[in-house]
């Protein structure tokens, strides 16, 4: 009786174990992916990344990662640093009625802007699409008002009176950061800063918001070509 007793303990023990696992795993998924291209998507947070024909050469594992708090996913693209033939495309999007507040390219350098080709904000939530031209991580950041150049990585924009601009003093002042606020920095080439997110600077809308903003337009994007006008897929 007692080896019974013993053994339930055991078994509901190691049930319990797997259960706190599952519970507190990051969203994961994993695909061989192979000259044809593919997709990744993950339901929660809502992450998919499209991998087109010609970006790989031969077959490859490849696993992408989900991590959320209340402002932002943190998404890993894996094996980290591979150079893709074609850019692929990622799309992220946060429930909620909030605005982008930054998406940047996390590295072991710190976080930096990367720019994005269609934004999308509305009363359900926020989505970002952007292009890569190789595995990496991208932080997607939310907030309910604009404050765009407080959070790490933000960009700005390029105007006198602004961070990163003539204080008065004859100098420009780059490295200042004013109670506490992280200093911002400038969006990669063919990209302009908007509230702290770097957006493709030849995109066919002015804005995209509100809740009827629809889909934004990067462009003709026929038979799956992710947008060539900027090859290097918005990295600095």
């Known amino acids: 009786m007692g080896s019974i007793r013993s053994f339930l303990r055991l078994g509901l ?9 599952c519970g507190s795993a990051t969203p994961e998924v994993q695909a061989s992916i192979g000259p044809e291209g593919g997709t990744l998507s993950l339901p929660s947070p809502a992450v998919r990344f ?3 024909p010609g970006a790989f050469t031969a077959t490859t594992r490849v696993s992408m990662r989900a991590t959320a708090d209340a402002r932002s996913v943190l998404v890993t693209l894996e094996p980290a640093q591979l150079t893709l033939g074609r850019p ?7 429930d909620g009625q909030r605005r982008l507040s930054s998406v940047t390219e996390v590295t072991s350098r710190g976080e930096h802007p990367i720019g994005v080709d269609a934004r999308i904000e509305g009363a359900s939530g926020v ?14 950041s939310a907030a309910e008002g604009s404050d765009g150049g407080t959070v790490a990585g933000a960009c700005h924009e390029d105007r006198e009176g ?12 780059h490295d200042r950061s004013d109670a506490g606020v992280v ?8 990209f302009e800063c908007e509230d702290g997110v770097c957006l493709a600077d030849d995109r066919d809308d002015d804005d995209c918001h509100g ?26």
């Open 13 to 21: 023990g190691a049930l319990l174990g797997v259960v706190t696992a």
């Open 50 to 52: 499209d991998v087109p």
């Open 88 to 94: 692929g495309q990622l799309s992220v999007a946060l």
């Open 211 to 236: 809740a009827d903003a629809g889909t934004c337009s990067d462009g003709d994007d026929e038979g799956g070509e992710h947008g060539d006008d900027h090859p290097d897929g918005g990295h600095p």
């Open 162 to 173: 602004r961070d990163g601009g003539d204080d008065g003093d004859g100098e420009e002042d």
């Open 127 to 140: 989505s970002a699409r952007l292009r890569l031209d190789r595995l990496t991580q991208v932080r997607v």
């Open 183 to 190: 200093a911002p920095e400038a969006c990669p080439a063919g």
